[in-house]
């Protein structure tokens, strides 16, 4: 199976977390990014168990950007999130 791209996602009240570019409901949510990511692999490794490898085929997205366009600060990652790249709008 290839690698599954996750986005985890802060709101106010928490994190969601679903794997991009997959055609179904799997989510995953919690009070922390760590929590929230790691509700997410439960919840696809169910996903695989119950309907099979190929149920997590994606639409093959091959990179996301997102941009703030009205801003010249540095991007925010929520504290917890893992820091790998910062890039200005």
Same mark, same amino acid.
């Given at each position: +199976?290839?690698?599954?791209?996750?986005? %985890?996602?802060?709101?106010? #009240?928490? /994190? =969601?977390? /679903?794997?991009?570019?997959?055609?179904?409901? =799997?989510?995953? *949510?919690? #009070?922390?990014? *760590?929590?929230?990511?790691? #509700? =997410?692999?439960?919840?696809?490794?169910?996903?695989?168990?119950?309907?099979?490898?190929?149920? +997590?085929?994606?639409?093959? %997205?091959? *990179? =996301?950007?997102?941009?703030?366009?009205?801003?010249?600060? +540095?991007?925010?990652?929520?504290? #917890?999130?893992?820091?790998?790249? %910062?890039?200005?709008?």
């Amino acid at each position: +199976m290839s690698s599954i791209k996750i986005i %985890v996602e802060k709101h106010p #009240d928490g /994190y =969601v977390a /679903y794997p991009l570019g997959h055609k179904g409901v =799997v989510v995953g *949510e919690g #009070d922390s990014y *760590e929590k929230a990511f790691s #509700d =997410v692999k439960s919840a696809i490794r169910f996903h695989i168990e119950t309907f099979g490898p190929d149920s +997590m085929a994606s639409d093959s %997205v091959l *990179e =996301v950007f997102v941009a703030e366009g009205f801003s010249n600060e +540095m991007t925010r990652f929520p504290a #917890d999130a893992p820091k790998t790249r %910062v890039i200005r709008a």
